[in-house]
T-cell receptor
Framework: ETGVTQSPTHLIKTRGQQVTLRCSSQ?????VSWYQQALGQGPQFIFQ???????GRGNFPPRFSGLQFPNYSSELNVNALELDDSALYLC???????????FGQGTRLTVV | QQQVKQSPQSLIVQKGGISIINCAYE??????FPWYQQFPGKGPALLIA?????SEKKEGRFTISFNKSAKQFSLHIMDSQPGDSATYFC???????????????FGQGTILTVHP
């Protein structure tokens, strides 16, 4: 059984650019949630994907968007990057069977 | 109303001591309360979780105490070890089950340092 994997691990982008982050869910998990964790803060829920559709969204602007693929993997896209978007982006997968949410190691995004 | 407030921000204990981290919430619809442990450069790892129908849950050295009337819950780490030094987060979600396990509201975190 493989855990949640994210790529890339680190990324540096320039303000105004676009970025795509990727997540492979844990084996058997059909739901993927994305979080933003600023330095020294708790993770903040961005949105969730279930059955390839958005299934709930936190307080993030539309320039944060996502996709889920038939194999349950997911992408997080951020357009028009701002300096405040610099953070650790976490992906979590769940199976819906009561085992909780399991996180990947995250992608550290730095916007300069 | 969606907030989960965590205290203290940081905690220093001696090896073998008890570490206690507290969380409080306002939204009475929350019905699943997990604790996560995060090491630097890593993602949060699920430690232990509780539902409001029980007042305590123990797994090894980790115990959650839950007080529904006070809307508070706490993590107790018995016999704390230097390897427990990490950041701990409490979290909560509404209508737990199915996809809701992934829609978590997190506390601000507690940095635990266990001295040898």
């Amino acid at each position: 059984e493989t855990g949640v994997t994210q790529s890339p691990t680190h990324l540096i982008k320039t303000r105004g650019q676009q970025v795509t982050l990727r997540c492979s869910s844990q084996s058997g998990h059909n739901t993927v949630s994305w979080y933003q964790q600023a330095l020294g803060q708790g993770p903040q829920f961005i949105f969730q994907y279930y059955r390839e559709e958005e299934n709930g969204r936190g307080n993030f602007p539309p320039r944060f968007s996502g996709l889920q693929f038939p194999n349950y993997s997911s992408e997080l896209n951020v357009n028009a990057l701002e300096l405040d978007d610099s953070a650790l982006y976490l992906c979590a997968s769940t199976s819906g069977l009561g085992s909780g949410a399991f996180f990947g190691q995250g992608t550290r995004l730095t916007v300069v | 109303q969606q907030q989960v407030k965590q205290s203290p921000q940081s905690l220093i204990v001696q090896k073998g001591g008890i570490s206690i981290i507290n969380c409080a919430y306002e939204n009475t619809a929350f019905d699943y309360f997990p604790w996560y442990q995060q090491f630097p450069g890593k993602g949060p790892a699920l430690l232990i979780a509780i539902r409001p129908d029980v007042s305590e849950k123990k797994e090894g050295r980790f115990t959650i105490s839950f007080n529904k009337s006070a809307k508070q819950f706490s993590l107790h780490i018995m016999d704390s070890q230097p390897g427990d030094s990490a950041t701990y987060f409490c979290a909560a979600t509404i209508n737990a089950g199915g996809t809701s396990y992934g829609k978590l509201t997190f506390g601000q975190g507690t940095i635990l340092t266990v001295h040898p």
